[in-house]
T-cell receptor, first 115, second 114 residues
Framework: DAGVTQSPTHLIKTRGQQVTLRCSPI?????VSWYQQVLGQGPQFIFQ???????GRGNFPDRFSARQFPNYSSELNVNALLLGDSALYLC??????????????FGPGTRLTVL | AQSVSQHNHHVILSEAASLELGCNYS??????LFWYVQYPGQHLQLLLK??????LVKGIKGFEAEFIKSKFSFNLRKPSVQWSDTAEYFC????????????FGSGTRLSIRP
């Protein structure tokens, strides 16, 4: 079975631009979460979607937005890019929303560089 | 605020040495606990997990971790490390009340001398 897939692999943008990152969860998984991993740090939670609804949001500005489609794939959008947005953006999927035995599976990430 | 602390930023060991990486979290409710590993150039992989039951959990590649509830700790251990264990290790907590949100520690970089 295919794991979590993300596209593109790498992306270079300039300050002020907008970017869209894409994620396809493992087949059958209904929940998708997004994380930002800055070099040298652990991943930071951005969003969680379940059944196409936002169910959780981390401490990120409104420039960050996301959505989940009927096939459970997801997009993360970042507007007005700043240099500090340069990071590895990770997508993770899981069967359910929460609770016991809920395990997340991570994709390879999209490396975003903002110049 | 909920947080996860990993005590060591960089650990250097020789092959066959024993390993223990510390992890403490601040959350009083029920949690799921994880250790993830990120090998150079690869994505995050689950090493082991604790959901309930026996506080000593075994994972892949000979790793194990012990959940001590009274100390809010979930330390990772391996009796004899190999060069291939060189990687970044992340402790993570999923509070039951926070849906699928996982809170990660800042990571410990493990370097193994051949």
């Amino acid at each position: 079975d295919a794991g979590v897939t993300q596209s593109p692999t790498h992306l270079i943008k300039t300050r002020g631009q907008q970017v869209t990152l894409r994620c396809s969860p493992i087949s059958g998984h209904k929940s998708v979460s997004w994380y930002q991993q800055v070099l040298g740090q652990g991943p930071q939670f951005i969003f969680q979607y379940y059944e196409k609804e936002e169910r959780g949001r981390g401490n990120f500005p409104d420039r960050f937005s996301a959505r989940q489609f009927p096939n459970y794939s997801s997009e993360l959008n970042v507007n007005a890019l700043l240099l500090g947005d340069s990071a590895l953006y990770l997508c993770a999927s899981s069967w359910e929303l929460a609770g016991s035995y809920n395990e997340q599976f991570f994709g390879p990430g999209t490396r975003l560089t903002v110049l | 605020a909920q947080s996860v602390s990993q005590h060591n930023h960089h650990v250097i060991l020789s092959e066959a040495a024993s390993l223990e990486l510390g992890c403490n979290y601040s959350y009083g409710g029920t949690v799921n606990l994880f250790w993830y590993v990120q090998y150079p150039g690869q994505h995050l992989q689950l090493l082991l997990k604790y959901f309930s039951g026996d506080p000593l959990v075994k994972g892949i590649k000979g790793f194990e971790a012990e959940f001590i509830k009274s100390k809010f700790s979930f330390n990772l251990r391996k009796p004899s490390v190999q060069w291939s264990d060189t990687a970044e290790y992340f402790c993570a907590v999923n509070p039951y009340s926070s849906a699928s949100k996982i809170i990660f520690g800042s990571g410990t970089r493990l370097s193994i001398r051949p």
